[in-house]
C-alpha cells in the first residue's frame, strides 16, 4: 500500500512539474480584418494559445475562391515590411486555420499586423488588414 502512494505523489509532482508546458492558457485574441483596395473582404484573424504555439482562425466575409496569402508582417496596415515575419495558410472562401510555433505574447506583444493578399499573382494588392494587438 505505501508503494502505491509513494507512485500516486510522484505521479501528482511529476503532473505539476510537467503541467504548464503543455497546459492549453486560454489566452486569446481577436484582430478586427478591414477590407483593403474595394475587397469587400472584413473579418477577424482570431489567435488562440496553446502552450507555447498559437492557432490562427481566419475568416472573411466575401473571400475568394483562389488561394489568397496570408501573413503576419512588421508595420503597419499602410506601411510594412514586404517580407514576411511568420507565413499563415492560404485564405481559401474566406476562411485559413495555422498552428504557429511561436506564442502568442510574441504575435500581439509587438509591431505585428495580419494580412491578406488579393492573390498570388497580386500579392503587391492586400485584400485585408488588421493590426495584431489583445
Not at 5 to 13: E, G, R, Y
Not at 32 to 60: D, F, M, P
Request: include cysteine.
Amino acid at each position: 500500500m505505501r508503494n502505491r502512494a509513494q507512485v500516486i505523489l510522484s505521479l501528482t509532482i511529476a503532473a505539476l512539474s510537467f503541467g504548464p508546458a503543455f497546459a492549453d492558457s486560454g489566452q486569446t485574441a481577436v484582430v478586427t480584418l478591414n477590407a483593403l483596395n474595394g475587397s469587400g473582404e472584413n473579418g477577424t484573424a482570431t489567435l488562440r494559445a496553446q502552450g507555447s504555439k498559437t492557432v490562427v482562425v481566419i475568416k472573411l466575409a466575401n473571400g475568394s475562391g483562389i488561394e489568397q496569402p496570408a501573413h503576419f508582417h512588421v508595420g503597419t496596415c499602410d506601411k510594412y515590411q514586404p517580407r514576411p515575419l511568420y507565413a499563415l495558410e492560404d485564405v481559401v472562401n474566406g476562411q485559413s486555420t495555422t498552428t504557429l510555433n511561436v506564442p502568442i505574447d510574441k504575435l500581439t506583444g509587438g509591431d505585428l499586423i495580419v494580412n491578406v493578399h488579393k492573390s498570388y499573382a497580386d500579392i503587391a494588392t492586400q485584400a485585408a488588414c488588421g493590426i495584431a494587438k489583445p
